[in-house]
């Protein structure tokens, strides 16, 4: 998600039986409706979160570069931003061989030439598509 989305996030777009998040078109950059899956860490990280009074909003503060410059010091990282985190997230599933259009769908991306900046980190997935035709 981006940092917008996630300081706009309210309770009511968390779905903790269904494990997504769902993001009008108003909160998204490309202006699409779409549900974002949750797995069980960021579940379980939302659920402590429930007992934090921010109102409706499940992250109350606005200041995030503030606060997280301060976790990053505590934490020991240095030359690392908020987006840095969304970089990441993409960074690893492509490294992990999920295909494009399903990190493009995850990133929110209106385009695949977007998500496409990511595919040079799986070099590998274009040489198992091309062993798919020793297996025929």
Request: charged residues 25%; contains cysteine.
């Amino acid at each position: 998600m981006r940092k917008g989305e996630l300081l706009g996030l309210e309770w009511a777009r968390v779905d903790f039986d269904h494990g997504l998040i769902y993001l009008d078109g108003a909160d998204c950059k490309s202006g699409k409706r779409r549900a974002i899956p949750i797995n069980a860490a960021a579940r379980a990280a939302l659920a402590l979160r429930q007992g934090v009074s921010c109102g409706p909003l499940v992250f109350g503060v606005q200041d995030v570069k503030r606060s997280f410059g301060h976790a990053c010091q505590l934490a020991g990282i240095v030359n690392f931003r908020f987006h840095d985190l969304r970089h990441t997230f993409a960074s690893w599933l492509v490294q992990a061989g999920v295909p494009l259009t399903e990190v493009r769908d995850l990133l929110g991306h209106a385009s695949i030439e977007m998500t496409e900046r990511y595919a040079h980190l799986a070099p590998e997935r274009l040489r198992r598509a091309v062993q798919v035709l020793e297996a025929a």
